[in-house]
C-alpha cells in the first residue's frame, strides 16, 4: 500500500525470544518528506484484533503511517504474534500445535515488542527509539517497561494513543458480551481444539469484508458495526475507510488473549492472565496472579485520549496514567466525540491528534 502511493517502504522479519516470527514494515521516508531523516526511529504499535495495515487504512491524508513518515521520520510498524503477519514459529505449526496459541498481553509485552525493538536498534545503529502505541500496544508498553526495566533506557518518548491496561469502566456493551463470552468458554473452546480467534479468513471477517464491500452497506450498517463496538462518531470515518478496513479487520489474535480482555473487565488491578487459585500457584507461586509494577515505567510518556472512547474509558486511562511516574503530558482530544476507533480510521487525525505527537517527537529527536 505505502509504495502504491509513492513510499519508499520495506519488509522485515523478527525472531522473538521464544521463536515466533514476525513480519515489520518499514518506510524509511515518506513521500512528502523534503528534508533529511530525524532520528531516532519511531516505532507505531497497533492494537487488539489489528495488524500495521490499520495505520494505513484511511489513505495518505490521514493514516497515522503515512503522515508520520511525512514528517521525515523513519518509520516501523510491527505485528505481534497471532495477526495474519506473524503467524510462523521456528517448530510450532499455528495449524496443528496448542502451544503456538498460548499466548496474552504478557507475551505480546515480555517478547514481541523487545524483539522488534531490538531489531529496529541493531538495524539502524540507534541508541534509542520514540514509542508510539495505540491500545493494545500501550498496554504491551507497560508490561514490557515494568517486566524488562532495562528497555526503559531504549525508549526517547513514549505517545500512548487510547492505552489499554485494566478494563473496569469500559462502557461498550458488545465488548464486554466479546470478552466475558471468550473468559467463560476457555476450557469449552480449548476441548474443542479451538485455539485462535477472529482471525483473517474466518466466518466474521470474510462476511464483513464481503458485505462492507458494497458502498451503500459500507455507509450504513457498517458504520453502526463499528459504532456498536465503540461509540459513534458521525461523520468521522470515510465510507471508502470501511469498505477498506474490513477487508483485513479482525486480524486475529489467540483465545487466551481475548479472554485476558475478559477478566481485565472484571478486575480493578492491571494484572497478567489469571488461571485459578490451582493454576496461579503452578505458574506464579502465589494464588493471585502478579499486578504488573507501573512504577517501573520510568520512560518519559504522553497519552492521548478521547472523551467518547467506550474501549478504554476515561477512567481507566486517567487510573493508568496516575500510577505512571514520568507523566509529560495528558492531552484530551479537542472534539467531545472523539473515541477509540478514530485514531486509525478517522479523517481528521491530521487536525486532532498529528500535532501532539509532532510536538513530542521533535522534542526527543534531532
Given at each position: 500500500?505505502?509504495?502504491?502511493?509513492?513510499?519508499?517502504?520495506?519488509?522485515?522479519?523478527?525472531?522473538?525470544?521464544?521463536?515466533?516470527?514476525?513480519?515489520?514494515?518499514?518506510?524509511?521516508?515518506?513521500?512528502n518528506c523534503k528534508e533529511p531523516i530525524r532520528k531516532p526511529p519511531v516505532l507505531l504499535m497497533h492494537g487488539l484484533l489489528m495488524s500495521s495495515d490499520?495505520?494505513?487504512?484511511?489513505?495518505?491524508?490521514?493514516?497515522?503511517?503515512?503522515?508520520?513518515?511525512?514528517?521525515?521520520?523513519?518509520?516501523?510498524?510491527?505485528?505481534?504474534?497471532?495477526?495474519?503477519?506473524?503467524?510462523?514459529?521456528?517448530?510450532l505449526n499455528p495449524s496443528k500445535d496448542r502451544e503456538f496459541w498460548d499466548f496474552s498481553n504478557f507475551e505480546f509485552g515480555y517478547y514481541d515488542i523487545?524483539?522488534?525493538?531490538?531489531?529496529?536498534?541493531?538495524?539502524?545503529?540507534?541508541?534509542?527509539?520514540?514509542?508510539?502505541?495505540?491500545?493494545?500496544?500501550?498496554?504491551?508498553?507497560?508490561?514490557?517497561?515494568?517486566?524488562?526495566?532495562?528497555?526503559?533506557?531504549?525508549?526517547?518518548?513514549?505517545?500512548?494513543?487510547?492505552?489499554?491496561?485494566?478494563?473496569?469502566?469500559?462502557?461498550?456493551?458488545?465488548?464486554?458480551?466479546?470478552?466475558?463470552?471468550?473468559?467463560?468458554?476457555?476450557?469449552?473452546?480449548?476441548?474443542?481444539?479451538?485455539?485462535?480467534?477472529?482471525?483473517?479468513?474466518?466466518?466474521?471477517?470474510?462476511?464483513?469484508?464481503?458485505?462492507?464491500?458494497?458502498?451503500?452497506?459500507?455507509?450504513?450498517?457498517?458504520?453502526?458495526?463499528?459504532?456498536?463496538?465503540?461509540?459513534?462518531?458521525?461523520?468521522?470515518?470515510?465510507?471508502?475507510?470501511?469498505?477498506?478496513?474490513?477487508?483485513?479487520?479482525?486480524?486475529?489474535?489467540?483465545?487466551?488473549?481475548?479472554?485476558?480482555?475478559?477478566?481485565?473487565?472484571?478486575?480493578?488491578?492491571?494484572?497478567?492472565?489469571?488461571?485459578?487459585?490451582?493454576?496461579?500457584?503452578?505458574?506464579?507461586?502465589?494464588?493471585?496472579?502478579?499486578?504488573?509494577?507501573?512504577?517501573?515505567?520510568?520512560?518519559?510518556?504522553?497519552?492521548?485520549?478521547?472523551?467518547?472512547?467506550?474501549?478504554?474509558?476515561?477512567?481507566?486511562?486517567?487510573?493508568?496514567?496516575?500510577?505512571?511516574?514520568?507523566?509529560?503530558?495528558q492531552f484530551y482530544v479537542e472534539d467531545p466525540m472523539w473515541n477509540h476507533f478514530d485514531i486509525t480510521y478517522s479523517q481528521f487525525t491530521g487536525r486532532?491528534?498529528?500535532?501532539?505527537?509532532?510536538?513530542?517527537?521533535?522534542?526527543?529527536?534531532?
Open positions: 500500500m505505502a509504495i502504491e502511493h509513492g513510499y519508499e517502504a520495506e519488509q522485515h522479519l523478527v525472531t522473538t525470544e521464544d521463536g515466533y516470527i514476525l513480519t515489520m514494515f518499514r518506510i524509511s521516508k515518506g513521500k490499520s495505520f494505513m487504512d484511511s489513505g495518505p491524508d490521514a493514516g497515522l503511517a503515512y503522515l508520520i513518515s511525512d514528517l521525515c521520520y523513519d518509520l516501523w510498524a510491527p505485528n505481534i504474534r497471532g495477526n495474519y503477519y506473524s503467524k510462523q514459529h521456528i517448530k523487545p524483539a522488534s525493538l531490538n531489531y529496529i536498534l541493531s538495524y539502524t545503529k540507534s541508541d534509542k527509539i520514540n514509542y508510539i502505541g495505540y491500545s493494545q500496544g500501550g498496554s504491551t508498553f507497560f508490561i514490557m517497561n515494568s517486566e524488562r526495566p532495562e528497555y526503559n533506557d531504549k525508549i526517547g518518548v513514549g505517545i500512548l494513543l487510547e492505552p489499554g491496561s485494566k478494563h473496569t469502566y469500559t462502557r461498550s456493551q458488545l465488548f464486554r458480551w466479546l470478552g466475558d463470552t471468550y473468559q467463560l468458554a476457555l476450557p469449552t473452546l480449548y476441548q474443542a481444539g479451538l485455539y485462535e480467534a477472529l482471525p483473517l479468513g474466518g466466518f466474521v471477517q470474510e462476511a464483513a469484508s464481503f458485505l462492507c464491500k458494497d458502498y451503500a452497506l459500507a455507509d450504513f450498517a457498517c458504520k453502526v458495526a463499528l459504532g456498536l463496538i465503540d461509540s459513534f462518531h458521525p461523520g468521522s470515518i470515510k465510507t471508502e475507510t470501511v469498505r477498506v478496513l474490513f477487508g483485513h479487520f479482525p486480524a486475529g489474535t489467540s483465545v487466551k488473549n481475548m479472554a485476558w480482555y475478559g477478566q481485565a473487565l472484571n478486575v480493578d488491578e492491571f494484572q497478567n492472565f489469571d488461571y485459578g487459585a490451582t493454576g496461579n500457584l503452578q505458574q506464579y507461586g502465589t494464588s493471585q496472579p502478579p499486578v504488573f509494577n507501573l512504577s517501573l515505567v520510568e520512560v518519559p510518556v504522553v497519552v492521548i485520549h478521547g472523551r467518547h472512547d467506550y474501549l478504554t474509558s476515561p477512567a481507566d486511562v486517567e487510573w493508568v496514567t496516575s500510577k505512571l511516574p514520568n507523566v509529560l503530558e486532532s491528534i498529528l500535532g501532539k505527537i509532532k510536538e513530542y517527537l521533535d522534542e526527543f529527536s534531532t
